[in-house]
C-alpha cells in the first residue's frame, strides 16, 4: 500500500500517543467496575509476563466472549498444525472463556489500548508472523502498525453493519487506508463482502459465519439435574445477557405472566454479572422473592426470579429454560448471537436493535426460527403463547436447529483460505505449518 497515510489517521495516531496516561486511568476505572483484572495491567500496555514461545506466532484478536467461541476451533485448528496462537481480548468474561478452553499451543493475553508505544511493545514482545482481527475490530493504532511491520494481516469472520458502513463511508480516505492495511478480509455474508470491499479491503472472500461451527460448551449435568429437580413442574423462562433498563422490561413482563401462571420461574441473567447487586435492588424493590446463583442458591416454590449471576454458564441456564429472552436487543447495544440458545434447544425471542448479529437473525425471523418482538410491552404475551403453545414452541425449535445445522461449514471453508497464506507467512521462521 503505497498511498500517504492520510491526515486523520495521523491525528488519531497523535492523539493516542499523547492519551497514554489517560489510559491508566481509563484502566482503574475499568479495574473499579471488575471490567478490567488489575493484576494484569502490564498487558494493557503491551508487556508481558511470559515469553515469547519459540516458532511460528500467529496473533488473533477477539473483542468478547462471543468472537472467541466462534475463533476457539480455528485457533485449535491452527495449534494442530504446529503454530503456537496468542489470543487477545477485551474483556474478563473473554479472558476466563479463553483460560477453561484454549489448546495447549495457545495462551491468552487481554489487548493493548490503541497508543502506539503500547501496541509497539506488544509488537516487540511476541514478533506474531501474521495477525489476525476477528469481525468488526477496527483499531487504527493496531493496524498501522501492523501494516509498517509488513505483517501479513487477515480479517476473519469479518462484520460490517450498516451504521458502522456509514459511518466509515462518512471517512473516505481514513478507511480506504486503513481497510487496505488487511491482506484479506474473510466476510460473514455477501452484504459485509460489498461493504468491506466498498470501504476499501483489497481482496474480499465470503466463506460464511463462524459462528455457526462453534460448538457451546455443554452445560454440568449435575448441575442442571439439580437445578431441574429444584424447579420441578414449574413453567419457566429466561432473560439471557440482559443490559441496563432491560432488567426493568423483563420484569414487568413477568408480573403479567405471574397473574397467569402463578407459579412461573423467571431465570434473569445479566451480560455483566458485576451488576448483579444493583439488579438484586430492583427486584428487591419490586416485591419479587429471589435466589441467587452466586450464592449457590437454589429456587424454591416461593422464589419468582433466579438470578443467574456467574460466569460461564449460560448452557445450563438454556438448558432448564424452554423459553429464551435474548437481551441487548432492547437497549441500543446490537444484540447478541442466538446460535447458543438454538443450539441449546431454546425458543428465542428477541426485541429489534439486533446489528450485531443482523444477519443470523435475518435467516431465523425469515424461518419462523425465532420471534421478533418490536414493542416491550408484548413481551409477556409472546412469552405466554410459547409458554401455552407446545406445538408451536418445538416447531419453532426444530426450525432453528436446522437452520443451524445448515449455517455450517465456514470453518472447513476459512481454513482452505488460510492454509497458503499462514504456510508462507511462518515459513521464514523455519518451522512452518505441518499439512
Not at 491526515?7 to 471490567?35: E, F
Not at 508487556?47 to 516458532?55: H, K, L
Request: net charge neutral; hydrophobic share 45%.
Amino acid at each position: 500500500m503505497a498511498e500517504a497515510r492520510p491526515l486523520l489517521v495521523t491525528l488519531y495516531l497523535a492523539v493516542s500517543r499523547l492519551a497514554a496516561p489517560l489510559y491508566r486511568l481509563v484502566h482503574l476505572v475499568r479495574c473499579r467496575a471488575g471490567k478490567d483484572d488489575p493484576a494484569r495491567g502490564n498487558e494493557k500496555w503491551g508487556r508481558s509476563a511470559i515469553d515469547r514461545p519459540a516458532g511460528p506466532v500467529i496473533w488473533i484478536h477477539a473483542a468478547s466472549v462471543g468472537e472467541t467461541n466462534s475463533v476457539l476451533p480455528l485457533i485449535e485448528a491452527l495449534s494442530y498444525r504446529g503454530v503456537f496462537v496468542v489470543l487477545t481480548t477485551v474483556t474478563r468474561t473473554s479472558a476466563e472463556l479463553a483460560a477453561a478452553r484454549l489448546p495447549d499451543r495457545a495462551l491468552h493475553q487481554f489487548v493493548p489500548f490503541d497508543s502506539p508505544g503500547f501496541v509497539r511493545a506488544f509488537l516487540d514482545h511476541w514478533r506474531p508472523d501474521m495477525a489476525m482481527t476477528v469481525e468488526s475490530e477496527i483499531w487504527p493504532g493496531v493496524f498501522v502498525a501492523i501494516h509498517e511491520r509488513q505483517i501479513p494481516f487477515i480479517l476473519i469472520n469479518g462484520r460490517m453493519s450498516d451504521r458502522s458502513f456509514k459511518g466509515w463511508s462518512r471517512l473516505r480516505a481514513a478507511a480506504a487506508y486503513l481497510f487496505g492495511c488487511l491482506d484479506i478480509a474473510l466476510a460473514q455474508t455477501p452484504a459485509d463482502a460489498e461493504r468491506l470491499k466498498t470501504l476499501g479491503c483489497r481482496d474480499v472472500i465470503c466463506p460464511g459465519n463462524l459462528k455457526f461451527d462453534a460448538r457451546p460448551k455443554e452445560a454440568d449435568h449435575t448441575q442442571v439435574d439439580r437445578l431441574r429437580a429444584a424447579i420441578g413442574a414449574r413453567p419457566v423462562w429466561l432473560a439471557a445477557l440482559t443490559h441496563p433498563g432491560e432488567e426493568e422490561i423483563v420484569l414487568r413482563a413477568h408480573r403479567t405472566l405471574l397473574d397467569r401462571l402463578p407459579d412461573c420461574l423467571l431465570i434473569l441473567v445479566p451480560r455483566h454479572p458485576v451488576r448483579a447487586d444493583a439488579i438484586e435492588e430492583t427486584i428487591e424493590a419490586q416485591g419479587y422473592s429471589l435466589a441467587r446463583r452466586s450464592r449457590k442458591e437454589l429456587p424454591e416454590a416461593e422464589t419468582q426470579v433466579y438470578l443467574g449471576d456467574t460466569l460461564g454458564e449460560m448452557a445450563l441456564f438454556y438448558r432448564l429454560a424452554p423459553i429464551a429472552f435474548l437481551g441487548g436487543s432492547y437497549a441500543d447495544v446490537g444484540g447478541h448471537n442466538p446460535l447458543e440458545a438454538a443450539s441449546f434447544g431454546a425458543a428465542i425471542l428477541s426485541g429489534p436493535n439486533v446489528a450485531n448479529a443482523h444477519a443470523i437473525y435475518k435467516s431465523l425471523w425469515a424461518g419462523e426460527a425465532a420471534k421478533r418482538v418490536d414493542d416491550p410491552a408484548m413481551l409477556a404475551e409472546a412469552v405466554l403463547a410459547l409458554q401455552t403453545g407446545d406445538e408451536e414452541r418445538e416447531r419453532q425449535v426444530a426450525q432453528a436447529a436446522e437452520i443451524v445445522e445448515s449455517g455450517r461449514g465456514a470453518l472447513k471453508q476459512t481454513l482452505e483460505y488460510l492454509e497458503p497464506l499462514v504456510a508462507r507467512a511462518v515459513r521464514p521462521s523455519g518451522d512452518g505449518v505441518a499439512g
